[in-house]
Nanobody, 123 residues
Framework: QVQLVEAGGGLVQAGGSLRLSCAASGSIVSINDMEWYRQAPGKQRELVASIRSGGSTNYADSVKGRFTISRDNAKNTVYLQMNALRPEDTAVYYC?????????????????WGQGTQVTVSS
């Protein structure tokens, strides 16, 4: 079984910064994609940023130049550095990993989600 634990959310004023982290634990062979999503009240969950195992990254247009995703493979952890925060960044932020585990001795990929962490940006 694999668990993802998020940390780092909170309340910040517009223009401020926060750093989110998401750490995986369990019987992990490897982790492919690591992603951050967010969901604001009344809106659909949207992809914010992603990072592949090789290090390539992708960002939503709304956060380009302000957010930076990074990963520490030794710690099975992904980070999201959020700068120049805006009130419209207010949402619950979720991490999602594509994890390879052994199932009856066979490596298989599964997706796992974190529990979510609230980010609130005041104007």
């Amino acid at each position: 079984q694999v668990q993802l634990v998020e940390a780092g959310g909170g309340l910040v004023q517009a223009g401020g910064s926060l750093r989110l982290s998401c750490a995986a634990s369990g019987s992990i062979v490897s982790i492919n994609d690591m992603e951050w999503y967010r969901q604001a009240p009344g809106k659909q969950r949207e992809l914010v940023a992603s990072i592949r195992s090789g290090g390539s990254t992708n960002y939503a247009d709304s956060v380009k130049g302000r957010f930076t995703i990074s990963r520490d493979n030794a710690k099975n952890t992904v980070y999201l550095q959020m700068n120049a925060l805006r009130p419209e960044d207010t949402a619950v932020y979720y991490c999602r990993f594509i994890v390879v585990v052994l199932t009856v001795g066979v490596p298989r990929s599964y997706q796992y989600w974190g529990q979510g962490t609230q980010v609130t940006v005041s104007s």
